[in-house]
């Protein structure tokens, strides 16, 4: 079976040769030069601040958490909907995860369930998540300031905020530079604050780290090379429908089950290593060149939702805001949406999240929701205009709506 669209693309701008070549790999001042570049260019990104390199999203927040921790404050109020890894973070520092239920509209948090929390908690933090690169309503940070409790914001999804989608009270902000992210550097993330002191805690912290030596760097490079053939077309055509038969939706699912669990990611936390050398030559280029590319998914966007029905994709009522990270439909009948748009070549996935409602003790059903119905449309750089009419008809048909011309 031909599969014209492969569910996943890694981003372009990938480590090249030439990042082995220029400057020596054993170079400290070259490391730190580039990382002080790095740092310096993503807080201009997003418009000041003080930019911390540290070794993954995950430790971002760990590291954040920690300075932050305060005596006799022991829950955190979190989306109800999101990645694992920020709930397993929080539980792992000991403190309750107190989950909010976030909205059907973009998935980010409902300031309405939050300020029913905060009446009722005094946590520690408050983390909103820019999920598929959507921005929080902007009560999430009036709330949080009216309660004197930090706001964290996860912006794995939207590593490049303009001053109108930040929270204007956001304590600090964290991202992750991870494989498939907008940014890759194969690892490794950022966090973002004004405030100096805490900036001086997490530096000091996120310095201790080892930096990854260039045996490291060279594995990432094959792997990053070898998944850009891995996730190309004609390579799904081959394997894709029958992969995605017997797994229930592919390779991301069939990694998380079956190799994810050898890798033990969570082991030797405080010894995790820095990127190397040439992956911030990579991360770099790519911060440069990430405008142009959300402008870009920005308009394939607008070009998908034409002739949809509303609230058929995930997107922010806040306007030109989306940084497009991902394309999300909700169908109640996923598993069937799945087949359909795979026979159509359209490998979609069922959405890589989770719904966590803190063993059923607190009410999140529009999170029970997306969990079951949100499906992750093929969305990346690499996709054409007739790529997107093709997924858009697919979509139609699926609905039952009339394909737009």
Known sequence: ?????????????????????????????????????????YAAANAGGTAILVPSGRDGLRLVLSALRRSGRTRVVLPAYGDRSVIETVLG??????????????ATLDPDRLEEALATVRPAAVISV???????????????????????????????????????VCRASFTSFALFKLIDCGGG?????????????????????????????????????????ATAAPLWGLIGHP????????ALPAYKRYVRPWLKPHADEDLRPLPGLPSLRAGLRQVD????????????????????????????????????????????????????????????????????AGAGAYPVPVARRLAAEAIQLPWYDDMTEADVGALRA????????????
């Open 289 to 356: 060149d990430l405008p142009e590319r959300l402008a870009a998914r920005r308009q394939r966007a607008a070009l998908l939702r034409v002739g949809l029905p509303p609230g058929l994709l995930l997107r922010s009522d806040r306007p030109a805001s989306s940084a497009e990270y991902a394309a999300i439909a909700c169908l109640p009948d996923a598993k069937g949406a799945l087949g359909r748009l795979l026979e159509a070549g359209l490998a979609a996935l069922p959405a890589p999240m989770v719904c966590y």
């Open 189 to 229: 993330g950022m966090v973002l604050t004004a405030d100096r002191d805490l900036a001086a805690q997490v530096r000091a912290a996120a310095r201790r780290h080892p930096v990854r030596g260039a045996g490291a760097e060279a594995w990432h490079a094959l792997v990053a090379a070898g998944l850009r053939v």
């Open 130 to 168: 820019r999920l598929f690169g959507h921005p929080c309503d902007h009560r999430v940070a009036a709330l949080a300031a009216a309660h004197d409790v930090p706001l964290l914001e996860d912006c794995a999804h939207a590593p490049i905020s303009p001053p109108g989608e930040r929270g204007e």
């Open 1 to 41: 079976m031909s599969v014209r669209l492969p569910p996943l693309r890694p981003p372009r701008g990938g480590i090249a040769a030439r990042d082995f070549a220029a400057g020596r790999l054993g170079s400290r001042d070259d490391y730190w030069g580039a990382v002080e570049e790095l740092e310096g260019a």
């Open 243 to 250: 992969l995605f038969r017997s797994l229930g939706g592919g």
């Open 394 to 405: 697919a979509l139609c048909a699926i609905v039952g709506a009339a394909p737009a011309p």
């Open 93 to 106: 520092l000991g403190f309750e995860a107190v989950p909010c239920d976030v909205r059907r509209a973009d």
